[in-house]
């Protein structure tokens, strides 16, 4: 399984570009990367996954350079209620597994 | 539609009994996972089903934790002879066929072992 390497914590004031990056040096060819939001006292959220270049929803971006060795997950404008932790995930493409979530990056938003 | 539901939401016992946690997936969702989440930390992978069978259980942290699914759907996760660090939120999420690599969560079941 590949390792993801997550800084523990961000700060960030309202309104601005919030650029989470994710470290997996291991990744292999199969491996898709995932991403995932968690709020206090709930369960995660699946936020977007990609497994190159650039993806897009109406959440956020995710930017995956060439190697594949890290990926930036990039939150638009945040606001007070993005304020969660952030989970990066690597794992099998379309394949039930065990899935290892790290620590996350605590996100912290300031008015 | 209905999501992943789990229960109960809270538990407490005392040291020494079992505990069972249920979880209900959402209709059609073939994969089901087991994770442990303690205060402040990340969440820890326990097992997962593809249909009723159990292809990992490494995760299981020891004998006393057992895990089963029956008909393809509610999974039971079982921890006997409690102890204290088996205080922690159980988390229950599940996988489409069609996407399995988007997990739904449910809201977890609290455990305090006193």
């Known amino acids: 399984l590949a390792k993801t390497t997550q800084p523990i914590s961000m700060d960030s004031y309202e309104g601005q570009e919030v650029n989470i990056t994710c470290s997996h040096n291991?990744?292999?060819?199969?491996?898709?990367i995932t991403w995932y939001q968690q709020f206090p006292s709930q369960g995660p959220r699946f936020i977007i996954q990609?497994?190159?270049t650039k993806v897009k929803n109406e959440v956020a971006s995710l930017f995956i350079p060439a190697d594949r060795k890290s990926s930036t997950l990039s939150l638009p404008r945040v606001s007070l209620s993005d304020t969660a932790v952030y989970y990066c995930?690597?794992?099998?493409?379309?394949?039930?597994?065990?899935?290892?979530f790290g620590t996350g990056t605590k996100l912290q938003v300031i008015p | 539609g209905a999501g992943v539901s789990q229960s109960p939401s809270n538990k407490v016992t005392e040291k020494g009994k079992d505990v069972e946690l249920r979880c209900d997936p959402i209709s059609g969702h073939t994969a089901l996972y087991w994770y442990r989440q303690s205060l402040g930390q990340g969440l820890e992978f326990l097992i997962y089903f593809q249909g009723n069978s159990a292809p990992d259980k490494s995760g299981l942290p020891s004998d006393r934790f057992s895990a089963e699914r029956t008909g393809g759907s509610v999974s039971t996760l079982t921890i006997q002879r409690t102890q204290q660090e088996d205080s922690a939120v159980y988390l229950c999420a599940s996988s489409s066929p069609r996407d399995r690599n988007e997990q739904y969560f449910g809201p977890g079941t609290r455990l305090t072992v006193t």
């Open positions: 291991n990744i292999a060819t199969n491996d898709y």
């Open positions: 995930l690597v794992a099998l493409f379309g394949g039930y597994q065990k899935v290892t």
């Open positions: 990609g497994y190159k």
